[in-house]
């Protein structure tokens, strides 16, 4: 054993080691969101801060930096081995790491954890002035987090982006995002003048919550999420979290009169944690076991959401089985009248219960607000009236509670600021790896419509989730599809599908 192999498996056994500890917040996060008593809130923000400090401690320990310059100076491996992508994002994160004072990781922690559970009540009240002390907290938290990262010019954003989106800039989103809403717009004016109207009251019948679970488990599992190795619980805010090699949680919410709510978002989850099972455990706390980034994750929830959950051919399989479970609400439903009603365009207030077309809307609105927040362009007080004036710009509709507004999604509250962007890069991410799959595997919807959904699992497990960080998300798409991110497939998906749908 020569020196830099006895420096590389010293590295790999530190990051295994943190990344084991990770973990352990990991389980105590879910609990938090799913069956913590409310009481145990604060209890809960200590046990958490005090883990991610520990897991600082470990990050950033001078070990690491020691071993990474050895490793640096000897090693000269191509960029497809895991070697080397292992330590490249070793370096990543470490550079980050050490650049974040231990006193403002567990402070951001603590606020998170704190910070969420107001937000629940304050939604829950419709009281944005309730949580907005928490968000000044946060915002003020991030731009120090920020700060302390380093950025170029004043895109102080690109240092929180850059945590989700290892290597993205706003930049670089912005040039997706303005093509890509034009047409997005365009697309749904078009919608809306078509004269087209499904009749969506089907999808509000009642649709009991024990069977909506039985149907939503059933689906995960045909798709090939294994619940043996996870499982399925409630959660305010639906999420997936992989603690490790056989252990994926996947949340999801019940409303008895809304059927897509938990059945799209049981999909959509479950889409993430087929990724996450998906990924070497051997390589379990490297870069090589991990998730590319958000955006390539959201690629693929989304796939399976929509690509394949709001397919025709899906209901083909899937229909006679629903009627069955549901014969109060469909047994008088043909199956194209419900597969109208599930991919049903306009605009609407909660992006995750948006369709497919106005979606990508929902997260620009986002990516501009939380910009100007970190900038210091506009002031959290100021939030709620920016956001419904946006939103009225975007939708031509305003939200008429805080709960429909700006208080519905968890993640500022979390302090994940800089993840939005990532849901619309998956989507163009997910339309370019579908027609990648399409041309090695032949029509998908046949397959689909067989119950056959293997071999696209198999594609996605050996084409993208077994490479882990092998490849950063740019350079995946890349080497998967032969071509860069573009928002052209997603826009020919689209328009293919809606104007058959809206006769346009
Ligand atoms: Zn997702």
């Known amino acids: 054993m020569n020196a830099s192999t006895k420096a590389y498996e010293e590295l790999v056994t530190r990051l295994k080691r943190t990344a084991l500890l990770g973990s352990c917040s990991a389980v105590l996060e879910w609990d938090e969101q799913t069956y913590l008593p409310r009481e145990g809130a604060e209890h809960r923000a200590n046990q958490l801060a005090l883990l991610a400090g520990m897991v600082h401690e470990q990050a950033t320990n001078p070990e690491i930096g020691n071993l990474l310059v050895e490793l640096e100076a000897n090693t000269s491996l191509g960029e497809a081995s895991p070697e080397m992508a292992n330590i490249r994002e070793a370096r990543h994160e470490y550079d980050r790491a050490t650049k974040l004072p231990r006193r403002l990781v567990e402070e951001l922690s603590r606020v998170a954890t704190l910070s969420q559970h107001a937000w629940v009540q304050a939604r829950k009240n419709n009281q944005f002035q309730d949580f907005l002390p928490w968000l000044e907290q946060m915002i003020d938290l991030k731009r120090e987090q920020a700060s302390a990262i380093g950025y170029q010019g004043n895109h102080a954003y690109d240092a929180l982006l850059d945590e989700y989106e290892p290597g993205a800039t706003s930049e670089m989103i912005e040039q997706a995002f303005i093509p890509l809403r034009n047409e997005l717009v365009s697309l749904v004016s078009a919608i809306k003048n078509s004269g087209v109207t499904p009749d969506i009251s089907l999808l509000t019948r009642k649709y ?250 198999e594609w996605l497990n050996q084409n993208i989730h077994r490479r882990g960080k092998l490849y950063r998300a740019n350079r995946l798409v890349e080497v998967v599809t032969g071509e860069a991110l573009s928002h052209g497939p997603l826009i020919d998906q689209l328009q293919n599908k809606y104007h058959e749908l809206y006769n346009l």
């Not at 500022?412 to 370019?432: D, E, H, K, R, V």
Request: glycine letters at 8%.
């Open 208 to 457: 009991p919550v024990e069977k909506q679970r039985e149907f939503s488990i059933s689906a995960a599992e045909a798709i090939g999420f294994d619940f043996a190795a996870g499982r399925l619980d409630i959660a305010a805010h639906p999420f997936c979290s992989g603690f490790g090699p056989g252990d994926c949680r996947l949340t999801t919410r019940y409303d008895e009169h809304h059927f897509p709510g938990a059945f799209f978002g049981t999909l959509h989850e479950a889409g993430h944690g087929i990724y996450e099972q998906g990924l070497c455990k051997e390589h379990f706390g490297t870069a090589m076991g991990s998730s590319t980034s958000l955006g390539i994750h959201e690629s693929q929830s989304r796939m399976w959401e929509n690509l394949v959950g709001r397919s025709r051919a899906f209901w083909d399989h899937f229909y006679q089985p629903a009627q069955k479970l549901f014969p109060e609400a469909l047994a008088s439903v043909n199956q194209e009248d419900f597969y109208r009603a599930i991919n049903d365009v306009r605009p609407t207030f909660i992006r995750v219960e948006a369709d497919e077309v106005t979606y990508n809307l929902h997260i620009m609105l986002r990516f501009e607000l939380e910009k100007s927040l970190i900038s210091g362009d506009l002031k959290p007080a100021d939030l709620e009236t920016a956001w419904n004036e946006k939103f009225v710009e975007y939708f031509g509709i305003a939200p008429e509670t805080s709960a429909n507004g700006c208080l519905q999604d968890v993640h500022w509250s979390a302090g994940l600021i800089g993840y939005f962007p990532t849901y619309a890069l998956g989507n163009m991410y997910a339309a370019q790896f579908f027609n990648a799959a399409e041309k090695e595997l032949g029509d998908i919807s046949k397959l689909i419509t067989n119950g056959d959904f293997a071999p696209l699992k």
